[in-house]
């Protein structure tokens, strides 16, 4: 107290001065951690009962004036020593949340929010966060400083009335408020009822909190369409054309499915090569064909045809406005959200058999070594010989002699795509590309959204002669792209971090497996040991561990390579009808082509730095809302499908264990479903993280990954698709 210089200052203006605002400044910035009022009064060699409460005001008058931040309710900070950031606030279902900053898609940095915190903001708000670690080591938090814009997303909910008082609980378990709702906003729904309610008042002085308003009421029990339509609303999906959109869309009308003559121009006529597809049954916009020849001093020449979206899609156009806030298109069972208008993705743009598309050509030099050898890219015009499907082909390659007879002018073609495929896949495992053989299902329909049956997907060569076709371009494009020196889209892949290394090792000690390569392996390493599990019996849960032990690929303008692929670098280039980030690049490629041939065209252009990083988080954003709409409109089927089948056993593998159970693939059904540890009475278990297993504290029996149970389907929550499993024979 006697050192604070304006000690003097101070005495004259209180009868019993605390320490100047310039003394706690002071002495604040020498420290390396927030402190408490307690701590500091002591600090400060404060004793006097009016001294600790003049300093309790004075804080927090300082706190008011911006001068020092509140953090953990207790303790303070000043405000350069904590990260500002802005970003989108994360809700949990038990109140808390997580702060992600902007433009970032993994959750290894986000920030927690307390659920003091989370009083006056709400998922999706957007907001500057101060973030701080109130002790040493520990996890960073935040304290919202300003909500920038508030979430203006519709919400989905149920209806419900108590205490007088209608509100709606939302569908989206992140929204852990009720949303009151006034009489005469309630749009005569009844309660009971799903509806869409729009946020009309959030004062956080509010005595009652959240006011809504329901725009729509979507009906009484959740149906298929209306299980749609909430998962599109919940994940934000946009689904609707807007009006400019339409306008845009009506000048392609004229065009009838033909391109037209002024387009060929300046293009190589390609129509005589028998370009074919190879897609699924149910496909509508095909963006690549492919076709190669064998060279007469051993390779082959490959071509690769992708649709040229880049010549009627132009930089900020409506349609391409449109096309980057989707990102790209998102397939549901029965129903496909596209990128582009269906008068592009499934008409113009799409490489339909028998009709003059036009194309971006990758044109490949291939040694008999499966070594990329020579590229060049062009624009061109061609017409595609013949649609095949993938179980056609598959069933060509394997003999039958039906569909040989029938497409007897293409074997000779089909069959020299799979001798390449075959040395180039050798030469992919020589340099340890990893290939998960991951377990997929599809959801087969009868009629009106019932589901008739689930089947495994099965990847035949056909699906790996085009996917290796379609590798082998994006790494031709990436080379063309890197020695450009422009900004660039890269498709990246980031090698595992060391606490998934550790939890992995654990996992495959338990199984007598061992991943080489020590703290650093390479994807040679994982390739190695995916060969070695070909048949395990546990091959499935295996490969599903060693996926969640990696990081998930991302698009970037910082090109780290893809170590999934064992690639310097890579790029996507051969979707551009359903991915924003390959259209990107095509007019990437055509600014390149320009540049070189001296030629100007209206469907190139030079991104900047900052475009790239623009369109690096929303495609990487939009890639991750796809996924997640996707598997909540699957899970709500499967659980709809179950329905049938409650009160029955059925055996199956334990594929994941949490502190609260362990879930259960069912064998005949492939559906996922939870036993509670609640249900698991002959003992009282406790979950062990490193081992992944829950271990009986008194008996000392344990559920461990891959072991196999007996359950039976207890009940079924298909409104959040959840379904609870009884355990009837385990350990």
């Not at 005569?188 to 002085?205: D, K, T």
């Not at 030099?365 to 082909?393: C, P, Q, W």
């Not at 087969?444 to 082998?472: Q, T, W």
């Amino acid at each position: 107290m006697n050192n604070d210089p304006f000690l003097f200052r101070e005495s004259k203006k209180y009868k019993n001065p605390i320490p100047s605002r310039e003394f706690i400044l002071a002495y604040l910035d020498k420290l390396q951690t927030p402190i408490d009022h307690n701590s500091l009064f002591k600090e400060l060699n404060l004793s006097r009962k009016e001294h600790y409460k003049a300093l309790r005001l004075r804080l927090r008058a300082m706190e008011r004036d911006g001068q020092l931040i509140l953090i953990n309710r207790y303790h303070y900070a000043l405000p350069y020593k904590c990260e500002t950031m802005k970003g989108f606030v994360i809700g949990h279902r038990h109140g808390y949340g997580w702060f992600r900053p902007e433009g970032q898609i993994s959750n290894h940095i986000d920030v927690f929010l307390p659920h003091h915190q989370m009083r006056t903001i709400i998922h999706g708000d957007y907001v500057l966060v101060r973030s701080f670690c109130a002790y040493k080591n520990a996890r960073k938090e935040g304290r919202v400083l300003q909500l920038l814009k508030q979430c203006k997303d519709q919400i989905v909910g149920r209806l419900f009335f108590k205490n007088n008082t209608k509100y709606v609980l939302a569908n989206d378990s992140r929204i852990n408020r009720d949303i009151l709702i006034p009489d005469d906003d309630s749009s005569n729904a009844q309660v009971g009822n799903i509806v869409v309610v729009e946020i009309i008042n959030r004062n956080e002085h509010c005595a009652k909190g959240i006011i809504g308003k329901i725009i729509e009421v979507l009906g009484e029990s959740m149906l298929p369409g209306i299980a749609i339509k909430v998962a599109l609303l919940t994940h934000k999906i946009p689904n609707i054309w807007p009006d400019n959109v339409e306008k845009e869309i009506s000048n392609f009308l004229n065009f009838s499915g033909k391109i037209s003559e002024k387009s060929k121009k300046g293009r190589l006529d390609l129509r005589d090569l028998p370009f074919i597809t190879i897609d699924d049954e149910d496909a509508h916009d095909f963006d690549d064909a492919v076709f190669c020849k064998a060279r007469k001093n051993g390779g082959w020449r490959l071509w690769v045809a992708v649709a040229d979206v880049s010549y009627y899609v132009h930089p900020n156009s409506y349609i391409d406005k449109e096309a980057i806030n989707r990102g790209n298109s998102v397939y549901l069972p029965s129903r496909v959200i596209p990128m582009l208008p269906e008068v592009l993705s499934n008409g113009l743009c799409s490489l339909k058999p028998k009709v003059d598309r036009l194309c971006l050509i990758c044109e490949i030099s291939i040694s008999d070594m499966g070594k990329l050898l020579d590229y060049k890219h062009y624009e061109a015009i061609i017409s595609s010989h013949k649609r095949f499907t993938y179980n056609e082909v598959s069933a060509i390659l394997n003999g039958d002699k039906v569909l040989r007879i029938l497409y007897n002018p293409f074997i000779r073609h089909l069959e020299e795509l799979h001798k390449m495929y075959k040395v180039l896949k050798n030469a992919r495992n020589h340099r340890g590309s990893i290939e998960f053989d991951v377990f997929a299902t599809k959801i087969i329909f009868s009629c009106r959204y019932k589901i008739d049956r689930i089947e495994p997907i099965i990847r035949n060569d056909a699906h790996k002669i085009v996917e290796e076709c379609m590798i082998l371009a994006n790494i031709a494009s990436a080379l063309l792209l890197e020695k450009s020196k422009i900004p660039v889209l890269f498709r990246i892949h980031d090698s595992p971090d060391n606490i998934n290394l550790k939890e992995l090792r654990i996992f495959l000690d338990r199984l007598g497996l061992n991943l080489t390569g020590g703290l650093k392996p390479s994807s040679k390493d994982y390739a190695n040991l995916i060969s070695k599990i070909a048949n395990h019996k546990n091959k499935e849960l295996i490969q599903s561990v060693l996926l969640r032990s990696m990081k998930q690929a991302v698009y970037s303008s910082n090109n780290t390579g893809h170590f999934g692929l064992g690639l310097k670098v890579y790029v996507h280039v051969t979707s551009p009808i359903r991915r924003y980030s390959d259209l990107v690049l095509h007019r990437l490629i055509k600014y390149i082509l320009s540049q070189e041939n001296n030629t100007l065209t209206n469907s190139y252009y030079r991104y900047s730095s900052s475009d790239i990083n623009f369109y690096s988080a929303q495609c990487s954003m939009t890639e991750r809302r796809a996924d997640n709409v996707n598997r909540m409109v699957s899970d709500w089927f499967k659980s709809e499908y179950i329905k049938d089948y409650i009160g029955e056993e059925f055996n199956g593998i334990i594929i994941h264990i949490t502190h609260f159970g362990f879930f259960v693939r069912l064998d005949e059904l492939y559906i996922d479903g939870l036993v509670h540890i609640s249900c698991l009475t002959n003992d009282c278990y406790k979950f062990n993280l490193l081992n992944q297993s829950l271990i009986g504290k008194n008996f000392g029996i344990n559920y461990r990954l891959g072991d196999i149970v007996k359950v039976k389907i207890l009940s079924i929550d298909s409104e959040h698709s959840k379904i609870t499993l009884k355990l009837v024979k385990g350990k």
